[in-house]
């Protein structure tokens, strides 16, 4: 049993970061995109894995279904529809990036991971007052308390973020009616094919 | 799972993720790509406030609403990334950072 | 044992739900043909009960192309995309209630009161999030049809694929926001326990409001009639699907049909009692005391299923009355039906909805139902009042600016 969650968590581990490195490195921006859904469902599987049932079917609704369109709908509506544009080019000295990346994860990430010695809670005999038995772990229920309780004033600020975010996005992407190419009518098109030059 | 799989594995998997996305944002020249590293980046914060909140304090919700914090801002972050990058390539018929030099001396 | 179940549960429901996709094409076509006060395919068996049959015969030997341009990789993805959400959606509908433990009136417990002794073969999975799950599921059918567009490299099946990327984000905000409603009158996200609190009253009635809007957005999310600009035949010759032919097109095809039936099961769910049926628990005791628990668990679980089946029948009856019967909107139309009426009377009901709730937690639901349905279709009222006075405004303006120069110059 043990053996057969550590492969899965390997398999789910192994699509998260493949998915996210095929991600930076697909030539093609729509293949980019549909990649980054893919690692945007392994997550959403490591946290069913993690026992985040509610977590895991936010991921899938906000980013899969909602982030990961908005990202496509804007790369065709940034594409000449015949021509090119689709693919995507690196930044000149793109290895330094990758110096970064990688000396972060080597030198820094990896060794503060490994060397801090986690308590983990399982061997832990949950809350006082419960003897033997540990406690249940927390569920929608308790984090929907949590959100209008303790949590009251950044949920409004966030509430609040997500309308500003609204009304700036439609602003920033707003285009006068007057300043968008005309597109001429049959009947105008007509009328100026007809009228001698 | 958390008697199987200790939790500096999921730990570096979060911080693979994040270097992932971290080069992707230097690395790429398309804004929509580089929104996409910002994007992993975020999730890799993601998996560790869940695999932290699993791991370490499984009956406080603290993890969990944080996480769906970052998720809201995520959210907000690439509609208003996005809508900019329309409104760019409105103006400059290009989405790539580099070409987006007017205020350059 | 356990997985065997779960492995047959899985197989007979995709079997059966493409057997009715099958069947529900041939339903539409029947019962447009009679809207239209024509015949209808009716020369394959007797009723045309073998036309979906002769149909599948064809679209299988017809030639399989792939345009040069095409990305190949994704423009094969694409219908998988489309089906494989419609197919995974059933997971966690109850669509009946068959106790295999052998006790009936488990069904009609409350959940979670004795979870030992209950389990339900008509519903594959009962997990503690369903409706979210219905919710995820349903966000992420978009893929299929706006890859199917990018993927052809065609200029209709782009702007296709475009236009329903727009749509179902739009659309699916209403739909979440109507659903929400109904999560709040049950207290629960799990949808086994959403059918058992509406064996008194089904939440169409207290939720009135959100059953029209719910109606309103699964119709634009399955981009059909009205709402099917995203493969209007006279615009785009075909939208997404120009490009796309033999079984690849049937995938498309199956996906659309598939998610119809699978939507009016959401409804029918969420909205409808799901598979209760007034005097269902009657007959339960009835017939136990005739003839056994045993035989009256067998009893309960086909009536559910027949009783589940025929509310899924009459939503998909009246998808198809709505095709018959209504012009395709324009597209700026679509967008403000929306954004502009059912995002914001959803949001109504749900504030409504915390209100009445809110105040008085213990009263008897049936009196909340009525203050529900009463406010809901007041609010209705008042917003075809609203929608009717800004036509009538538009119009005068519209004269208005015609009438001085006479006309367009």
Request: charged share 10%; aromatic share 10%.
């Amino acid at each position: 049993m043990q053996l057969l969650v550590q492969v899965i968590f390997v398999l789910i581990a192994a699509e998260i970061v493949g998915a996210a490195v095929m991600v930076v490195t697909a030539k093609n921006i729509v293949h980019a995109a549909l990649w980054l859904i893919a690692s945007f469902c392994g997550v959403g599987a490591l946290y069913l894995l993690l026992e985040a049932e509610f977590l895991a079917v936010v991921q899938v609704l906000v980013y899969v279904g909602a982030i990961s369109i908005l990202m496509l709908f804007a790369i065709m509506l940034t594409r000449h529809v015949t021509g090119k544009g689709a693919e995507t080019s690196l930044y000149q000295r793109w290895w330094v990036g990758l110096i970064v990346a990688a000396v972060l994860f080597a030198a820094v990430i990896a060794p503060t991971v490994l060397a801090h010695p986690w308590e983990t809670a399982t061997a832990a005999p949950a809350l006082p007052g419960e003897t033997g038995q540990p406690a249940a772990m927390a569920g929608i229920v308790d984090l929907g308390r949590a959100f209008v309780e303790e949590y009251l004033l950044p949920f409004e600020i966030a509430a609040v973020l997500l309308l500003v975010g609204l009304v700036g996005a439609i602003v920033i992407a707003f285009e006068e009616r007057a300043a968008r190419r005309h597109i001429p009518t049959l009947a105008e098109e007509v009328a100026h094919r007809r009228q001698p030059e | 799972m958390i008697d199987s799989v200790p939790l500096e594995w999921v730990l570096l998997v979060a911080a693979a993720l994040f270097c992932v996305g971290l080069y992707g944002a230097l690395a790429r020249r398309n804004a929509i790509g580089i929104l996409m590293g910002v994007e992993l980046m975020l999730n890799s914060v993601n998996i560790n406030l869940v695999a932290f909140w699993r791991y370490l304090e499984p009956h406080q919700v603290t993890g969990l609403v944080f996480a769906i914090f970052i998720i809201t801002v995520a959210a907000v972050e690439a509609a208003v990334g996005l809508a900019m990058i329309i409104a760019i390539y409105r103006s400059w018929q290009t989405v790539n950072v580099d070409a987006v030099d007017s205020m350059k001396g | 044992m356990h997985i065997v179940i779960i492995f047959l549960q899985v197989l007979i429901t995709i079997l059966a739900v493409s057997t009715g996709f099958a069947y529900l094409t041939l339903f539409e076509r029947r019962m447009l043909a009679r809207f239209q006060n024509r015949v209808g395919p009716n020369r394959a068996g007797p009723w045309g009960i073998f036309q979906p049959l002769a149909d599948a015969v064809k679209l299988f030997f017809k030639e399989d192309i792939i345009p040069s341009a095409a990305d190949k990789g994704v423009y094969l993805l694409a219908p998988a995309l489309a089906v494989i959400p419609a197919l995974i959606i059933w997971a966690v509908i109850p669509m009946g209630c068959w106790n295999i433990a052998g006790d009936y009136q488990a069904c009609f417990a409350a959940p979670g009161a004795d979870g030992a002794g209950f389990y339900n073969i008509l519903q594959i999975a009962d997990v503690n999030i369903g409706v979210l799950y219905l919710m995820a599921v349903t966000s992420i059918g978009v893929y299929g049809i706006t890859l199917a567009g990018w993927a052809s490299n065609s200029k209709y099946s782009m702007l296709g694929g475009i236009r329903s990327a727009a749509q179902l984000i739009s659309y699916e905000l209403a739909l979440g926001t109507a659903i929400l409603g109904a999560v709040m009158m049950a207290d629960t996200l799990s949808t086994r326990e959403m059918v058992f609190r509406q064996a008194g009253l089904w939440f169409a009635v207290p939720q009135f409001l959100a059953f029209v809007v719910f109606l309103i957005s699964a119709t634009a999310e399955l981009v059909r009639t009205p709402f099917d600009l995203v493969e209007a035949e006279q615009e785009l010759t075909c939208g997404y699907n120009t490009e796309y032919g033999s079984m690849k097109f049937a995938l498309f095809f199956m996906s659309e049909y598939v998610k119809m039936i699978a939507l009016s099961a959401i409804g029918v769910t969420l909205f409808l009692g799901g598979w209760h049926f007034p005097g269902l628990k009657l007959l339960g005791e009835v017939v136990s005391g005739a003839a056994g628990a045993g035989v009256a668990t067998v009893v309960v679980g086909i009536v559910s299923l027949l009783s589940f089946l025929l509310k899924v029948l009459v939503l998909l009856f009246l998808l198809v009355w709505l095709r018959a019967s209504w012009p395709r909107v324009r597209y700026d139309m679509l967008m403000s039906i929306g954004w502009k009426w059912l995002l914001p009377l959803a949001f109504i009901n749900v504030v409504v909805t915390a209100v009445v709730v809110g105040l008085a937690p213990e009263m008897n639901p049936l009196v909340q139902g009525i203050i529900l349905l009463i406010i809901g279709v007041a609010v209705l009222w008042g917003a075809t009042f609203l929608s009717e006075k800004q036509r009538s405004n538009l119009k005068v303006a519209a004269k208005a600016a015609v009438a001085p120069t006479g006309g367009r110059q």
